[in-house]
């Protein structure tokens, strides 16, 4: 016998759940709404790491000068990494081409790769003359020189460099080339060494992101892009129509999958509606707190975003659905037993499996938003909302709404409002 009575405070639960969602409704409806992402707005966001400290303030000027007054700039980790959000990047055409390698008719060279130089310098100490002897060398150990001769040098002469072991036991070598010969010789038996300077990789030319990279490397040393996405205007479009209906199919697919799932009940259509009821109360809750977020801390609205809308609303359904399964064992075995005695039974029986679960989801969550990047954040805060609103619903909005229902709750309230409208004014 369980002496719990959740359904007897169902009235305390609507009065919460009507609260919260209203105050979920005013932050929405204070402008800005949402903060969008370039997935839904036509724009370009990079993710920089920069390899010294920089301020906020510096690269925001910095973004001025290059003519774009209108980046957000959005400090992520420290003073070195920055989430730039700016208007959609111009880009010649071709320039994100995707190169497809081609097969080649002709073998791949066999034998040993050929010497690589990496400098030159002049045979001998300063002012020495005659000729210097190139010379094998056992690497094993402590590199050691040989006494094996492999070709001669004259002094004087500027020889080619491909290699120079550091840390030997006679101190550094250097590998030389000669020809076709080479050997080493040890660092004292070579003077004037100069290093072959490196050819500079051609960067493919981006347009404006390779201007404002140049520039912004120009003032602030070395940096790197560790993200770069581009969106235009059509694709955002696409995306927003494409959400709206996903989420609307999801929807009407779960109302119909619950009313067959509960066919074996009486009127099974209202264990899907109170289930969407429920979902809906979900989603406007974080809706509601990730407006306040957005408005506070610049979250933005993204695909990632809309990912964890669908989870949450998918773990809310599945959350009242273990209680619906319940309820259903329930009324198979005490058909005779009041309806809201077997709701209030089956509440009892799933809310330590419910809030346990939903713990371990809250905790895992909590744990990424701390230690993980910025490019899941939005997913882990809708998750982290939506799955708290979604344990509450599950107990204290669905089933007690079933409840309701059944007990003509809402035909009295609805019929009270009616009575008090029509009551002419004393």
């Not at 250097?174 to 072959?196: I, P």
């Not at 399964?325 to 009041?338: K, M, W």
């Not at 939506?386 to 909005?397: D, E, K, L, N, P």
């Amino acid at each position: 016998m369980t002496t719990l009575d959740l359904v007897g405070t169902r009235k305390w639960s609507f009065l919460i759940s009507g609260v919260t969602a209203l105050l979920a409704l005013i932050v929405l409806a204070i402008p800005p709404t949402f903060r969008p992402g370039i997935e839904f707005t036509a724009g370009s966001t990079a993710l920089i790491r920069f390899s010294k400290s920089v301020s906020q303030e510096d690269l925001r000027r910095a973004y001025a000068d290059l003519g774009h007054d209108e980046a957000r700039i959005q400090q992520t980790v420290g003073s070195t990494e920055y989430l730039i959000r700016t208007r959609e990047l111009q880009f010649p055409p071709g320039s994100f081409t995707e190169v497809k390698p081609k097969a080649s008719a002709t073998p791949a060279p066999v034998g040993p790769e050929p010497l690589k130089v990496i400098g030159t310098a002049v045979m001998g100490a300063q002012g020495a003359t005659g000729s210097l002897d190139l010379l094998d060398v056992d690497r094993a150990g402590a590199c050691k020189i040989g006494t094996q001769k492999l070709g001669t040098a004259k002094a004087g002469d500027r020889v080619d460099v491909v290699e120079i072991l550091k840390g030997c036991a006679e101190g550094d070598l250097f590998q030389l080339l000669v020809g076709d010969v080479s050997g080493y010789v040890a660092a004292k038996d070579v003077s004037d060494y100069q290093e072959k300077p490196k050819e500079a990789v051609p960067q493919p030319d981006r347009g404006e992101q390779t201007v404002i990279e140049n520039g912004l490397r120009d003032r602030f040393g070395e940096f790197e892009v560790r993200e770069f996405a581009s969106v235009s205007a059509t694709v955002s479009r696409v995306a927003v129509r494409n959400t709206a209906i996903a989420v609307a199919v999801t929807t009407l697919f779960i109302m119909a999958y619950i009313a067959f799932a509960f066919a074996s009940l009486p009127r099974p259509f209202r264990y899907g509606v109170c289930a969407i009821v429920a979902l809906l109360h979900d989603v406007i809750i974080t809706l509601g707190a990730f407006s306040l977020f957005s408005k506070l801390f610049h979250v933005e609205v993204n695909l990632m975003f809309v990912t964890g809308l669908l989870t949450v609303i998918g773990f809310s359904v599945h959350d009242t659905i273990v209680v619906y399964d319940r309820i259903r064992e329930n009324v198979r075995q005490s058909p005779h037993a009041p309806f809201s005695s077997n709701v209030n039974a089956a509440l009892v029986q799933t809310i330590a499996r419910s809030i346990n679960t939903s713990t371990t989801v809250l905790l895992t969550v909590a744990t990424m938003l701390v230690l993980g990047g910025t490019t899941i954040a939005s997913f882990l805060l809708v998750i982290f909302v939506g799955v708290a609103a979604g344990t509450y619903s599950s107990i204290g909005i669905a089933s007690q709404l079933l409840v309701a229902w059944e007990e003509g709750d809402l035909a009295r309230f609805f019929g009270r409002r009616r009575e008090a409208v029509k009551q002419p004014a004393s």
